[in-house]
């Protein structure tokens, strides 16, 4: 398959509704980027890559991040992890706090705000503190994506920190519930730090890569999860990966994926490859709207997709 030649295609085809989206302006960092870019980019498991337009920029992963984390969380506390989190899209904003509380502090799943709070908690509770945990998060990115210089803006981070009144009451209500095990500010920043990783899409779809592939690197041979936790992850990405528009995303585009308010999407073409797009002009449920077309139009001209 020609894929340089469909990611051109698409970079011409979706060009008119780059002015149609809005960056993400409740982290006041974000609201500085131009939302005019675009880039995409694909890596297939013996490394070659293809991309189109603004695939080398870096950007704020956001969302992106909890995928990563959650796989570190897995690894380590297993079906356990299902005792504080759930594993059902949650039909509302990402930052809701309302199920939260009809639910007794048990996020509905771990990509929502919520969840990947609960998950920041569980990973300081079995790393420790004193960033040591960024540190193992880091790392983990770092080797997925084979990209030793990847790391997180502290201006957007600081910028989240200074704005995060909903995410910190999140935190709380879970905290009065006996479910986050830390102290609120230190997992909240923690949180923050980890969503302020910056990446570009030809990173993030060479990161994609163990979850396509059973959770092990096709390209190393590195042995990242358990293929049955893999499994899950894809299948929480495919029902959860973009709040309240999870349904819409499978529906147009028919792939696991995970969004972030940055203007990234991650999504994964099982045993094939990982793919990448950013656009930061957001849809109204906070995901990018001309990423989802472009993702819609591969899935599309491609005739690849898990169904
Ligand atoms: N750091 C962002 C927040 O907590 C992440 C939101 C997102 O990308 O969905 O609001």
């Avoid at 609120?184 to 969503?195: D, L």
């Avoid at 041979?221 to 990966?241: D, E, F, S, W, Y």
């Avoid at 950013?278 to 139009?297: C, D, F, H, I, M």
Wanted: aromatic share 10%; net charge negative; hydrophobic share 40%.
């Amino acid at each position: 398959m020609d894929y340089q030649a469909i990611l051109n295609d698409i970079a011409d085809e979706i060009r008119p509704f780059l002015k149609e989206g809005k960056v993400a302006d409740y982290i006041p960092a974000l609201a500085e980027v131009d939302p005019e870019q675009f880039g995409m980019a694909l890596t297939l498991f013996d490394g070659t890559q293809f991309s189109v337009g603004d695939a080398e920029t870096l950007f704020s992963i956001q969302s992106i991040s909890k995928v990563f984390t959650f796989t570190l969380a897995l690894n380590f506390y297993g079906t356990d992890m299902y005792k504080r989190i759930g594993r059902e899209p949650s039909g509302n904003p990402f930052n809701s706090l309302v199920q939260l509380e009809y639910e007794h502090g048990i996020p509905r799943n771990p990509f929502i705000n919520a969840g990947a709070i609960n998950v920041t908690d569980a990973l300081l509770s079995h790393y420790g503190d004193d960033g040591n945990t960024l540190h193992e998060v880091l790392t983990f990115i770092r080797s997925i994506a084979d990209e030793p210089s990847i790391d997180y803006n502290e201006t957007v981070a600081a910028s989240e920190m200074d704005h995060g009144f909903r995410n910190l009451a999140l935190a709380n209500l879970m905290k009065s519930f006996n479910n986050l095990d830390n102290d609120v500010q230190e997992v909240v920043e923690t949180y923050f730090k980890h969503c302020a990783v910056e990446m570009d899409t030809k990173m993030l779809s060479r990161a994609m890569l163990y979850l396509a592939n059973h959770g092990v690197d096709p390209i190393t041979g590195t042995v990242h999860i358990t293929p049955q936790q893999a499994k899950r992850i894809n299948a929480v990405m495919l029902t959860c990966g973009h709040y309240d528009a999870s349904g819409d995303f499978a529906f147009h585009v028919g792939l696991p994926g995970k969004s972030g308010v940055g203007g990234g999407i991650v999504a994964v073409i099982p045993k094939l490859m990982g793919l990448a797009v950013w656009s930061p002009g957001l849809n109204a449920q906070g995901n990018s709207l001309v990423g989802t077309k472009a993702l819609e139009l591969f899935t599309t001209k491609t005739g690849l997709s898990v169904f």
